[in-house]
C-alpha cells in the first residue's frame, strides 16, 4: 500500500529532553521541545505504522493515536526502549538525552552553604550506541545537533553508534534544531551523504525521512 508504506511496521520514537534530578526541586535538563520527535510519531502513525513515542521533557502537543510512554532520567528513557526493542522495527532517537546525570540525587532539598559548591556528574549510557550494538533486524536512525564541524561529527557517530541512518541539524542556523516550527537536515549513512533537505516544516522532514526508512526496509525485505 503505496499510502501506507511502513503498516505493519511497529516504530519507537524517543523525543524530548531527559530530567536528571538534583534534589526533589531541582534538575538538569536541556532546550529539547520535542517538536522533530512528535511529527516524526505522527507521520509514522499516517504512514500505516504501530507507534510507541518514548517521551521525555517537552512543550509539543502530544500527537493522537500513539502509545505514549513518559520518562524522566536517561535511565529510565534506556530501560524504556531496551524493554521494547526486541519487537520494535524501527526506532528514531530523536530526543536529546543528557551525557551526565549528577553522581548523587539528594533525597532532601540541598541546603544553601558554602559560597561555592560542585555538583559531581557522571557519564550516561548512550541509549542509541546501545541498541546499535544489540539490534539484529531492526533499523535504527539517529540525531545530531551540532554547531560546528556537523558533518564529521555526523559520520563518526553513524558509525561508531552503528545507526542505519543519522540526521544532522546545525542548530546555530535560524529554521534548525531546538523550538522552531521548521528544520533544515542532512540524512547520512555509513558510506556518506544521502539527502540533504532544504528549510522545511518539521513535519515534511519527518515525512522524508520515514520515506527513505521505508524504502530501505523495503528494499532489505526484497533481498
Ligand atoms: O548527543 P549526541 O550528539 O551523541 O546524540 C546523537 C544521538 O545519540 C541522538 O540520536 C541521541 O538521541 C542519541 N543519544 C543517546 N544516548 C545518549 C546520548 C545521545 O541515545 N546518552
Known amino acids: 500500500n503505496p499510502a501506507k508504506p511502513l503498516a505493519g511496521k511497529k ?68 530501560d524504556a526502549v531496551l524493554a521494547r526493542f526486541g519487537e520494535t522495527d524501527v526506532v528514531v532517537k530523536a530526543a536529546a538525552v543528557a551525557d551526565y546525570r549528577p553522581a548523587q540525587r539528594a533525597d532532601q532539598k540541598i541546603k544553601k ?4 559548591m560542585t555538583l559531581e556528574l557522571v557519564k550516561n549510557p548512550d541509549i542509541l550506541q546501545t541498541l546499535g550494538e544489540r539490534k539484529t533486524n531492526q533499523f535504527v536512525v539517529g540525531f545530531a545537533a551540532e554547531t560546528n564541524d556537523g558533518e564529521r561529527y555526523a559520520l ?20 534548525a534544531g531546538f523550538g522552531t516550527d521548521t528544520n533544515i537536515v542532512r540524512i547520512y549513512d555509513e558510506a ?32
Open 113 to 116: 552553604n558554602d559560597d561555592t
Open 192 to 223: 556518506g551523504l544521502v539527502e540533504a533537505l532544504p528549510q522545511m516544516s518539521k513535519r515534511d522532514v519527518a515525512e522524508r525521512l520515514l520515506g527513505l526508512v521505508a524504502e530501505r526496509l523495503n528494499a532489505s525485505a526484497r533481498r
Open 11 to 78: 516504530v519507537l520514537v524517543t523525543a524530548g529532553g531527559t530530567v536528571e534530578r538534583i534534589d526533589p526541586v531541582r534538575y538538569i535538563t536541556n532546550d529539547s521541545s520535542g517538536k522533530m520527535g512528535y511529527a516524526i510519531a505522527e507521520a509514522a502513525k499516517r504512514m500505516g505504522a504501530d507507534v510507541t513515542l518514548v517521551t521525555g521533557n517537552a512543550t509539543a502537543d502530544l500527537p493522537a493515536g500513539v502509545e505514549v510512554v513518559r520518562v524522566q532520567s536517561t535511565l529510565d528513557m534506556m
Open 156 to 175: 563518526d557517530k553513524v558509525k561508531r553508534k552503528k545507526s542505519d541512518l543519522l540526521v544532522l541539524n546545525d542548530v546555530t542556523v535560524p529554521g
